[in-house]
């Protein structure tokens, strides 16, 4: 039931058709009542989080810092110092950096500095510039990083660690090795064309390798490996093996080398596991290589003489070698091969050089 009644209160009138309405404010409102104007603080608030934020200073410390660490490692790369790269200091100062990041990166306003600053840490960190520095140090040969003058004075030793001077300059020098390699090869050659009719083939050129001289540096002395020479037809069957080997022993008896030793042989002492591994089997009538060594000591004039027989190959396997090799080189897939060998040898050119320099040591 609606009724029409007038409100005492302000003289109002109050239409309702259901119980519990509330009564109107008192006259002058609640007490405490407040209003909210527009200094409200949480108009304030949602108006200055609508604003543009400004990067803290954790930020911008951990980007500075970050370049400034990858110009100190680049510096250190440039001038060829990678043993401080790798050192203590250089491993705090990254860690430190790595926690300037990481704070700048869990604060909201110095997080976009952070992820740049982690950029620069990725690219630039001991991992990766100390990796270029060792690739660059071992291309080069430059350990010069933390020697001491006396270190560096040995790094240039002409002669080898342990080895006499005197010996050097008495042995024979690294021509009268090649005028004797020469020799010792035409006169092997000659001999097996006369009684087997081989032809031959130059496959390899002659090399000398630098040698070390036990200090981490290389000396004057060089290793010598001879032209390789191989006959251009197969040498095959046990017996023959045995003759063509034979020739070449008589022969290097003749230029003063010792009668020559077969490691492909049980007399050799080595295993027969081993001599199969080596050979493709452990009697000699079934290997695929023989090798046979002679030298002349105390000279340091070493000769090789190696057969591959292919027709002895039962997997395949050292067929499949030769084919690689013949491919890249040219030289024939199987038959007798040539080579002398011999280490630590001076050049006569270098003699006087070398006199020279030993005047800085105490006799080495």
């Known amino acids: 039931m609606v009724t029409d009644r007038p409100l005492t209160e302000g003289g109002a009138r109050y239409v309702s058709n259901s119980e519990g309405a509330p009564p109107l404010p ?17 108009v304030a608030d949602h108006r200055a989080a609508a604003g543009p934020r400004r990067t803290n200073a954790i930020g911008w410390v951990s980007l500075c810092a970050a370049i400034l660490f990858a110009f100190i ?3 250190l790369l440039g001038i060829g110092l990678t043993d401080v790269i790798y050192g203590p200091t250089i491993l705090a100062l990254q860690l430190a950096l790595i926690g300037a990041v990481v704070t700048a990166l869990i604060t909201a306003r110095g ?9 620069v840490v990725l690219l630039f960190n001991v991992a990766t510039v100390g990796g270029l520095a060792a690739l660059r140090t071992s291309a080069t040969g430059a350990y010069d990083g933390g020697k001491t003058d006396e270190q560096r004075l040995w ?20 021509e009268d090795v090649r005028a004797l390699s020469e020799d010792v090869l035409a006169e092997v050659r000659a001999r097996l ?5 081989f032809e031959w083939v130059q496959v390899t050129d002659e090399v000398l390798r630098p040698e070390r001289n036990g ?7 060089v290793q010598y490996t001879s032209p390789q020479w191989m006959t251009t037809t197969p040498v095959t069957g046990y017996e023959h093996k045995r003759a063509v080997m034979t020739t070449v022993s008589e022969v290097l008896l003749e230029q003063g080398f010792w009668e020559m030793f077969a490691f492909n042989e049980p007399t050799s002492g080595i295993s027969p596991d081993v001599i199969e591994k080596m050979y493709g089997a452990a009697d000699p009538r079934e290997q695929v290589v023989w090798e046979w060594y002679s030298d002349n000591y105390p000279d340091p004039t070493r000769f090789y003489a190696d057969i591959t027989d292919l027709a002895n190959d039962r997997t395949g396997d050292y067929r499949a070698a030769r084919e690689a090799q013949s491919a890249r080189t040219g030289e024939p897939l199987e038959g007798l091969s040539l080579t002398v060998l011999a280490d630590e040898l001076l050049s006569v050119e270098k003699r006087d050089a070398f006199e020279s320099a030993l005047g800085a040591y105490d006799g080495g």
């Open 26 to 42: 008192p006259p002058g409102g609640y007490r405490a009542a407040q209003r909210r104007g527009t200094d409200d603080p949480q």
């Open 73 to 75: 490692l680049l510096v």
């Open 111 to 119: 997080r976009l500095l952070g992820i740049i600053a982690l950029a």
């Open 155 to 174: 790094e240039a030793y002409p002669g080898i660690k342990d080895r006499d001077p005197r010996s050097i300059l008495n042995s024979p020098s690294l």
């Open 193 to 197: 064309t006369a009684e087997y009719g």
């Open 215 to 221: 200090y981490g540096g290389e000396s004057m002395l």
